[in-house]
């Protein structure tokens, strides 16, 4: 049968109904030097879809430096990998699933946590702990509190089956998020150095070997389709391009493939994600420098007449695509059998360069394999400066009338830990497994998740061990994308820091709108850029991550939301440090310097309901000094408590590590400062931590060494937190407000 198989008056129609734009389509014809096929276009305009391509994004990403004395394997594989020593490595990588979950949220979640966990052990990593970051519209309406619920259940519920420990993450809560709610699952996988795994084809005649679940129509188009469009229509319409997940296939598919890497029994593998088949085996090929063909009638269904287009696009999920010998066949054979998988030979490595498909003896496409993953336009969108930047940057903050009374003071506090964006995310942290594997140090709800490194299974242990956060303040990124996004990576590396751990490398979930509107691009480049001098100033690489570009509805985007995932290394994981107070008669000590800076503030939002003003100012070179001393005083031990300030300033900060600890607090803050500056300035680069008082001098003169203002502010002791006088409060009221708001929220209480 002829190739062909639309006419050159149906095909272009076709095209632009499957996303590709005109002159897209034209270059398909240039390529193939013919009408493409139905199942070509479907590959096609996938592969070149944004979320594919990165055809928007890629010339800006290469402002991120991607190398330095940790990585292993930096961007362009499935996940980045770094050393942390003594023959280890952690592989990580964080995702976007955010337009699925804005359809369905449980599935959603759930499948964004499987295919993040797929990126992992592809690398031949164990996976050993996954974080979630989260941003959802304001609980008060019952869609955000279903979609979060549903969210946090798929989350939940995929993860626990898995048995990865959910270890940590954010949720933010904000009106510009309400249409398009973002879901960014991170996952973090162990394993020796010598055992990375790359998703390259090699070897003509070699086997190509399908394993796990059957093929079918849910998904098609998925992940990437929705990825690349607003939501300016129903959402519940598109529910059949979301994916289902089956979390027990995915643990067989983790044992089953680790064992066969183990056994070297694979030449390549790979998982497929977005765009499903032809995005794993166009890959792979291209990476190879081969070719390959693939007969569609080979492939397990799960559905009646399917065609070959939906078997290549299908994003049905808990499937892996690997390179296999013929001498080894039988035994991968064996093993997926002894795991109860499925292990089929759907075609062979090729010398051709090609990417053939058929459908038994009919071929139904065939072209080049690096122009499915390679050759997708690239793009270099207009960028324009916002109008509103002006407004919101000129307004000033401390203009405003401010509560000055104690009384006054007393009730802001409470209302601002109560803030869905502060108080406690103990509800949700409470429904997943943190603790599973062992290795979980320490649990969610501090600065930073602590694992430890080794496999006790094995007896293969180890003194060293690794601390991960996720961050970023979308309000900040709103204001000022470009310092914005440099305060979700100070963020990160001070969570981190605090645990005592050394930043080592970052993955990113780069959240936007429609990158077509020169607005909106305009965000996305100042916030790489911001990212990529703040990772630079630290020399800390960017190994892996995601850009989720059009999420908009009706025309209205989200605020910039370039997460931050990081990842540090701790030499001595026993040495570790946790934010609670320790003891009565402890010293309590500011690093840093608090300045008068309310733009952005969580304070800001909750008293006086807006979102205005300059974000805090940040200086590189004091986070990164205030970085070398927190890990060097920590691993002097002298350390007993660290906690980073961030949204809700110093008053906040306090008050979780009373609450933290049981024990209270008495303060004296800055008096120059106006009350609500004291309290609720957001300024940077500034942690509380704690000493015995007979080692308060060497932590001064320590600090000195790093230029970092060092000042004791106060004693830990007592069942209330005392703030100057200006607040007042017990630890039974601050409890009350902190960690009960977020249930009576999901349950529709005031």
Not at 15 to 29: F, H, M, R, S
Not at 81 to 98: C, L, P, Q, T, Y
Not at 338 to 358: A, K, N, P, Q
Not at 540 to 568: A, K, R
Request: charged letters at 20%.
């Amino acid at each position: 049968m002829p190739i062909a198989d639309l006419s050159p008056e149906l095909a272009p129609q076709l095209a632009l109904e499957l996303g590709l734009k005109t002159d897209e389509y034209e270059k398909v014809v240039d390529i193939l030097g013919r009408t493409p096929t139905i199942t070509e276009l479907y590959m096609y305009s996938l592969m070149w879809s944004e979320h594919c391509s990165y055809k928007h994004s890629r010339k800006t990403l290469r402002m991120f430096p991607t190398d330095g004395p940790h990585v292993l394997q930096g961007p362009g594989e499935n996940a980045g990998v770094i050393r942390v020593g003594d023959g280890w490595a952690i592989a990580f990588k964080m995702e976007s699933h955010n337009h699925p979950s804005a359809i369905e949220p449980y599935q959603g979640a759930a499948t964004g946590v499987g295919g993040i966990i797929r990126d992992i052990f592809t690398m031949g990593a164990r996976p050993i702990a996954s974080l979630d970051s989260l941003r959802f519209g304001t609980l008060d309406k019952p869609r955000q509190r279903y979609l979060f619920e549903g969210a946090v259940a798929g989350i939940g519920g995929y993860g626990n089956c898995l048995g990865v420990p959910t270890v940590g993450g954010e949720v933010y809560f904000e009106e510009a998020y309400e249409g398009n709610c973002l879901i960014n699952a991170m996952a973090i996988g162990l394993m020796r150095e010598d055992d990375l795994t790359r998703a390259v084809a090699a070897g003509p005649g070699n086997l190509v070997v399908l394993i796990g679940s059957t093929t079918g129509r849910d998904g098609i188009g998925g992940a990437s389709t929705l990825a690349s469009q607003e939501f300016d229509e129903k959402a519940e319409d598109k529910r059949p391009s979301v994916q289902v997940g089956d979390p027990f296939e995915e643990k067989l598919l983790i044992e089953a493939c680790l064992e066969l890497l183990e056994k070297d029994l694979l030449v390549a593998l790979g998982d497929l994600g977005a765009a499903g088949l032809t995005s794993s085996a166009s890959e792979m090929a291209s990476r190879g420098g081969v070719g390959l063909d693939i007969d569609v009638s080979t492939i397990p269904a799960r559905e009646e007449a399917m065609k070959p287009f939906e078997y290549m696009v299908s994003e049905s999920q808990e499937r892996m695509l690997a390179v296999v010998t013929p001498d080894d066949l039988d035994q991968v054979h064996e093993v997926c059998e002894r795991w109860g998988l499925r292990s089929t030979v759907i075609g062979e490595v090729t010398d051709t360069g090609r990417f053939v498909v058929r459908e038994g003896d009919d071929v139904v496409a065939d072209m080049p394999a690096a122009t499915l993953a390679h050759d997708a336009p690239i793009y270099d969108p207009a960028r324009e400066r916002p109008a509103y930047l002006d407004d919101v940057q000129a307004f000033d903050p401390m203009s405003l009338d401010h509560p000055v009374s104690p009384a006054e003071l007393n009730d802001v506090l409470l209302r601002v830990l109560a803030s869905p964006n502060i108080c406690s995310r103990s509800w949700i942290w409470e429904q997943y497994d943190h603790q599973v594997m062992v290795n979980t140090v320490v649990r969610p709800g501090s600065d930073a998740a602590v694992l430890r490194i080794g496999d006790t299974g094995r007896g293969e242990t180890t003194d060293r061990g690794i601390a991960a956060s996720t961050d970023c303040n979308g309000r900040y990124c709103y204001l000022d994308p470009y310092t914005g996004a440099q305060i979700a990576f100070a963020e990160a590396a001070r969570n981190v820091a605090c645990t005592g751990a050394r930043p080592a490398a970052i993955t990113d979930c780069l959240n936007f709108g429609n990158p077509e509107k020169p607005e909106v691009f305009w965000t996305f480049h100042e916030s790489v850029r911001g990212l990529a001098d703040a990772c630079t100033a630290f020399g800390v690489p960017v190994i892996s991550g995601n850009v989720s570009f059009y999420n908009e509805s009706f025309g209205q985007p989200i605020y910039p939301t370039p997460t931050v995932g990081l990842v540090g290394v701790l030499e001595d994981v026993s040495a570790h440090c946790t934010m609670d107070f320790k003891h009565e008669g402890d010293a309590i000590v500011m690093l840093g310097r608090t300045r008068p800076e309310l733009g952005g503030s969580e304070y800001l939002k909750v008293v006086h309901d807006m979102v205005a003003g300059r974000p805090p100012r940040i200086d590189l070179v004091d986070e990164r000094l205030l970085n070398e001393f927190l890990v060097t005083a920590i691993g002097t031990g002298i350390v007993l408590s660290a906690h980073d300030c961030s949204e809700g300033g110093a008053a906040v900060a306090l008050a979780e590590c009373c609450l933290a600890g049981g024990l209270g607090a008495t303060v004296d803050l800055d008096p120059a400062l106006p009350p609500v500056a004291a309290l609720f300035s957001e300024s940077q680069a500034r942690v509380v931590l704690t000493v015995d008082p007979d080692h308060f001098d060497a932590l001064k003169t320590l600090a000195a060494t790093h230029a970092t203002p060092c000042v004791r502010i106060g004693t830990v002791g007592g069942d209330r937190l005392t703030i100057n006088g200006l607040a007042d409060l017990s630890l039974g009221d601050l409890r009350e407000a902190y960690e009960t708001t977020l249930e009576r929220l999901v349950h529709g209480e005031a």
